[in-house]
Nanobody, 126 residues
Framework: QLQASGGGLAQAGGSLRLSCAAS????????MGWFRQAPGKEREFVAA????????YYVDSVKGRFTISRDDAKNTVYLQMNSLKPEDTAVYYC?????????????????????WGQGTQVTVSS
């Protein structure tokens, strides 16, 4: 089970940190991803982090602004979001993939994830 938190209202240029806490003892064996869905749009990939070596992947629009990280001791994955823009406004979802992929091609696909959190709203005002 995944529980996302940390969403809220931020001004453009501001920061938020999302957290996704996982239950269970096998968190370290999962690759983790963040997706987002803006109103009227399809859900899109934002970032992912592999298990073990923690390789990270990002969609181009957030590179240099967002950082995904994980703390396996706390069963938690984070998404640090800096320099926020109004277009970052969306519901953000975390997801867990039981297979260890070695390419962003797979992490970008929703179908490669086995578990999903409930989503947390991020709103960025201009």
């Amino acid at each position: 089970q995944l529980q996302a938190s940390g969403g809220g209202l931020a001004q453009a240029g501001g920061s938020l940190r999302l957290s996704c806490a996982a239950s269970g003892r096998t968190f370290s064996s999962y690759g983790m991803g963040w997706f987002r869905q803006a109103p009227g749009k399809e859900r899109e990939f934002v970032a992912a982090i592999s298990r073990s070596v923690s390789t990270t992947y990002y969609v181009d629009s957030v590179k240099g602004r967002f950082t995904i990280s994980r703390d396996d001791a706390k069963n938690t994955v984070y998404l640090q979001m800096n320099s926020l823009k109004p277009e970052d406004t969306a519901v953000y979802y975390c997801a867990a993939a039981s297979h260890n992929y070695y390419s962003s091609i797979y992490y970008r696909l929703e179908t490669k994830y086995d578990y999903w959190g409930q989503g947390t709203q991020v709103t960025v005002s201009s």
